[in-house]
């Protein structure tokens, strides 16, 4: 595939990254000289920006094919890719599908093939057998998190996608942690593997929380408002816990987001906008947002109930202490509840009465009008800045989607720019302005 090599420097600039790290670095010499690479890093270490880079390099942009395939276990990193993608600025056309997502919009958006396809394994066959993709341009296959598709169960899918494949020019496969063998349908003759598991340099403490289990979401609420404004993660097994801890959170009138598996996809995806744009500081979810989701730096996680396996741990911590951050895990224990073996320098807090957890200053806001009405970012602030009157503090992270977008702004602001703006003109477009619910 050959086409003009994109401005490194420029798209960097876009991410707002000043400097690709060590990882990215040797992975992106790697993959630009390698056609096997198996990369191991940690969440967090920006393994997407380490693939997209040196493929942009491979793409033709006047080919109207796919010449890329990504293969993701979840949703939430389909649309993770496909954002961090976009935002490059690349020229290319990218898409994403993924179940929960409606089929006709699969349609519309394939009916120009994009230059890169993300997709989970399940709709990616389904679209395969329905021959509403091509596969036949296909040179480069990257299987993002390959571990967690094969725990997730999409074997059988991934084995038959694999096998329609045309030969390949190039193979990544990336993972948060080291797994001994790879399935024997994958192919890797001589792969080229980079590791770099063990080489976070920064700063996770462990601290745990032993309370009797008829205080331990009275402790959950003290310990909030000792985090006060930091953001995290509470972490929960099971459904039921979560529903448990999410019904006294609300109680008790603490803001938070929730997130497991179960939820419709236009509801996870909003709970993480929610999240992102510190409307809520909490989110309250399954181990689903172990990996796989695109959250900003943390300060800390929450295990309310301790993880079963040893990995779904790792990675749950590994959403804090993130990039050269440091951060703190919480493990909420009931009384005489043991550690095991692969929890190592914990050390025993006690709870003083704190505060209540603070309130977010923000509130978000849904336009109904996104890419696809050609509006931009530049368009929305210069709404909200130039009709609504609002300064440079009072808004927020903006986030565009293909058919919508979400503004954070200051809570005060609320009520008075919803009557201002609804209704109003972006581009060409009338938009509706709404609260977020």
């Known amino acids: 595939m050959s086409g003009r090599k994109k401005d490194q420097a420029e798209i960097l600039k876009k ?46 942009r006047h080919f109207k094919q796919i010449q890329v395939l990504i293969l993701v276990p979840s949703r939430e990193l389909a649309i993770q890719i496909e954002q961090v993608a976009k935002e490059m600025g690349s020229g290319y056309k990218i898409n994403a599908v993924y179940g929960g997502k409606a089929g006709y919009k699969d349609k519309l958006d394939l009916k120009h093939p994009p230059h890169i396809l993300i997709g989970t394994p399940g709709r990616i066959a389904d679209h395969i057998r329905n021959q509403t ?38 193979m990544i496969l990336t993972s948060a942690t080291r797994k001994a063998t790879l399935p024997a349908f ?11 598991e063990n080489e976070k340099p920064n700063q996770l403490l462990i601290r745990t929380i032993t309370s009797p289990s008829h205080q331990k979401l009275r402790n959950l609420e003290r310990l ?7 953001r995290g993660i509470i972490f929960c097994n099971l459904k039921e816990t979560l529903h448990l801890v999410d019904t ?64 779904e741990y790792l990675h749950r911590n590994g959403r804090t202490a993130r990039m050269h951050q440091n951060g703190v895990a919480y493990l909420m224990l009931r ?16 709870l003083q009465p704190t505060n209540p957890a603070p309130q977010s200053l923000w509130e978000t806001l849904y336009i109904s009008g996104g890419r696809k009405d050609k509006i931009s970012k530049g368009d929305i602030a210069g709404l909200f800045f130039k009709q609504a009157g609002l300064s ?30 609804n209704n109003s003109r972006l581009k060409k477009k009338k938009v509706r302005i709404t609260k977020l619910k």
Do not use: W
């Open 248 to 311: 006294f959170l609300n109680q008790q009138k603490i803001s938070h987001s929730t997130f497991f598996g179960g939820m419709e996809q236009q509801d996870r995806e909003r709970s993480l906008v929610k999240f992102r744009n510190q409307t809520h500081r909490i989110l309250l979810a399954t181990d689903l947002a172990a990996r796989g989701i695109d959250v900003p730096e943390l300060d800390f996680i929450i295990h309310f109930e301790l993880s079963f396996k040893k990995d």
């Open 392 to 421: 440079k503090e009072e808004l927020g992270v903006i986030e565009l989607k293909q058919d919508c977008a979400y503004v954070a702004i200051h809570r005060s602001k609320t009520k008075k720019v919803i009557q201002q703006l």
């Open 15 to 60: 991410l707002g990254i000043e400097q690709l790290n060590q990882m990215q670095v040797e992975a992106h010499k790697a993959i630009s000289e390698n056609d096997e690479i198996v990369l191991i890093s940690p969440t967090g270490t920006g393994k997407t920006i380490a693939f997209i880079l040196p493929i942009l390099n491979e793409l033709d």
């Open 335 to 350: 009384e005489n509840e043991k550690l095991p073996g692969f929890v190592v320098n914990a050390q025993e807090v006690k």
């Open 186 to 196: 994958i192919k890797l003759k001589n792969p080229t593997y980079l590791t770099f």
């Open 133 to 170: 993709i091509s596969t036949e341009e296909i040179k480069t296959l990257i299987l993002d998190e390959y571990d967690k598709s094969l725990e997730t169960g999409f074997e059988k899918e991934m084995k038959e996608i694999i096998s329609i494949l045309p030969p390949l020019d190039k």
């Open 224 to 230: 909030l408002g000792y985090l006060g404004k930091g």
